[in-house]
């Protein structure tokens, strides 16, 4: 190839804005020393414009450059706290595991900046064409909740709005079915209304749309799937960081005593395990199949 | 080093992306339906070549499918060298601003007919002028031959642009001289401010495209981008250039 002297992948990380402070200055002195190497940023810049907006499923990168700074309005703050309050009042929550939901795991992502993978909503788990949620065993609900308030916040953070008011729309219809899963299937549809909203200003109510959905279903299957669900974006994303923390470990550890899960669980999880702690760059192809399979078996 | 067995599987899960892009790549730059199929036929090859070398390079620095678009990218380059040769505008365009260059581009180097070039510069937002101003634009610039072959058939919706003189009118050393005060004037810019400028008005990117690709946000990219555009006025104006020619320039 007979290419300006530009590292392909350093310029994908700039428009990822995964760059430090001094390698995006040196690079964008770079590119304006260069027309040819900003010619290819300006032709990856604009397929990456119209890709994201015709498929809204891969999605720009919001980076901490780009995230606004601006507060919740607070008329919207006021709804918010309603819903929530109304949501955590109910009797059901009082009786679950505290800590249930899988923030933690999409926050990890987010620090990295993340993108909904291509064919996202091609879901792991077993569907049948027609078929009604409302027929949908408790674990299985966890285990498609999980999954999909991850993709939310990806998809908020992202700024991807089509997706986002998507997913909090499946999410309100998956938990508004259940007993006691109106309030936080109204959450649900406040975040899918106010999907174009900055990250910062959605962020507390996907928190506490989450907390209280995974009280709502079964919180170990919930937990679990949502972790499974931000690894499974990490692998597709080939990112090994995500997999080098210890956090993985213990959660793997905690998730092979949970009695509630469904049977085939176990077996991937125990591939899972066997895998993970190895340092390095994981096997890929491993890890996308049996993720992939472990979200089946949860959600389905 | 990741094994054969799984830069296949990353490539066979990324083939709808690559083959989007590579298509999205080809309408930017104009290409026929068969053009853009021979395109993407080309990087499939190159990114499948040598136990897939171009995969085993991606360090997970940035997302794969950001990766892959700069690749195509640089692909199209080296595909668009091989088959009708290295480009570069001409030192008239280059004086005459963003537009020109971009109109020079499309419709001499991509061979794209001048009407539907000046659609596709009207709708990524470079310009409001019509066929008929666009195709005056054109005159002013010298009449080259394009390297890449015209289908039979394609047919320019306007007449091609009369063999031009302008360069004659202009002497050379004068000419020269002011290609080096905009270069110059350019270059004592901020290096953002330089890549803003040059992505707006020379590569015709739209706001939300240049913020997302630089990682800013874009509501204060317009301020930005018109205080750049007034310093780089400004820095023309005291090198000599009239008030009209700097605006002519900068494309305001």
Not at chain 2, 95 to 109: N, S
Request: hydrophobic share 45%; proline share 6%.
């Amino acid at each position: 190839m007979n290419q300006p002297d530009i590292d392909p992948e350093k310029l994908a990380a700039l428009m990822d804005g995964r760059l430090a402070d001094a390698e995006r200055t040196d690079l964008l002195a770079h590119l304006a020393r260069s027309p040819e190497a900003l010619e290819i940023h300006a032709d990856a810049a604009a397929v990456l414009g119209e890709l994201e907006s015709k498929s809204g499923k891969v999605v720009p990168l919001v980076s901490p450059r780009a995230a606004g700074g601006r507060r919740l309005p607070p008329r919207w703050l006021a709804a918010a706290a309603i819903l929530a309050g109304v949501a955590l009042a109910g009797p059901l929550f009082y009786a679950t595991r505290s800590d249930p939901d899988g923030a933690g795991f999409s926050a990890r992502l987010r620090e990295h900046g993340a993108l909904l993978p291509a064919g996202v909503d091609d879901r792991p788990w077993t569907t049948v064409r027609g078929a009604v949620t409302d027929a949908l065993t408790p674990g299985a609900r966890a285990g498609r909740a999980g999954a999909l308030s991850v993709d939310l916040e990806i998809a908020v953070w992202s700024r991807d709005t089509a997706a986002a008011s998507r997913l909090a729309s499946e999410l309100a219809a998956l938990l508004g079915g259940v007993p006691a899963g109106a309030p936080v299937a109204a959450m649900y549809h406040v975040a899918a209304q106010r999907a174009a909203a900055q990250p910062e200003e959605l962020q507390p109510l996907l928190d506490r749309a989450a907390d209280a959905a995974g009280k709502l279903t079964e919180p170990d299957v919930y937990r679990l799937a949502a972790w499974a669900e931000a690894s499974r974006i990490a692998a597709a994303q080939r990112r090994p960081e995500f997999f080098q923390a210890g956090e993985n470990r213990s959660l793997l550890e905690w998730a092979s005593e949970i009695k509630t899960l469904p049977e085939g669980a176990a077996p991937v999880l125990e591939r899972l395990r066997s895998a993970l702690p190895s340092p390095g760059v994981p096997d890929w192809t491993a890890l996308d199949r049996d993720l992939a399979e472990l979200l089946r078996v949860l959600g389905s | 080093m990741a094994d054969r067995q799984s830069l296949e599987a990353l490539f066979l899960a990324q083939l709808g992306w690559i083959e989007r892009a590579a298509a999205a790549v080809c309408r930017r730059h104009g290409l026929s339906a068969d053009e853009s199929a021979d395109f993407t036929s080309f990087a499939k090859l190159k990114l499948v070549e040598n136990d897939y070398a171009v995969l085993a390079r991606f360090r997970a620095e940035s997302a794969i499918t950001t990766y892959l678009v700069v690749v195509l990218s640089m692909l199209f380059r080296d595909y668009r060298a091989q088959h009708w040769g290295r480009w570069r505008p001409s030192a008239a365009a280059r004086r005459q601003g963003g537009l020109a260059i971009r109109l020079e581009t499309l419709v001499y180097r991509d061979r794209v007919p001048l009407g539907q070039a000046a659609e596709m510069l009207r709708s990524s937002g470079q310009t409001e002028l019509s066929d008929r101003e666009l195709a005056g634009v054109l005159a002013q610039l010298p009449a080259r031959n394009s390297p890449r072959p015209t289908p039979v058939g394609s047919g320019l919706t306007g007449d091609p642009p009369a063999p031009n003189r302008s360069d004659d009118f202009l002497h050379a050393e004068e000419a020269d001289t002011q290609e080096r005060v905009i270069r110059e004037a350019l270059e004592r810019l901020p290096a953002e401010d330089q890549v803003l400028l040059r992505l707006r008005f020379w590569e015709g990117l739209s706001v939300a495209d240049i913020a997302r690709s630089l990682g800013l946000p874009q509501k204060p990219l317009y301020r930005r981008l018109e205080r750049a555009m007034t310093h780089a006025r400004r820095l023309l104006e005291q090198a000599g250039m009239s008030k009209e020619y700097a605006r002519a320039v900068l494309n305001e």
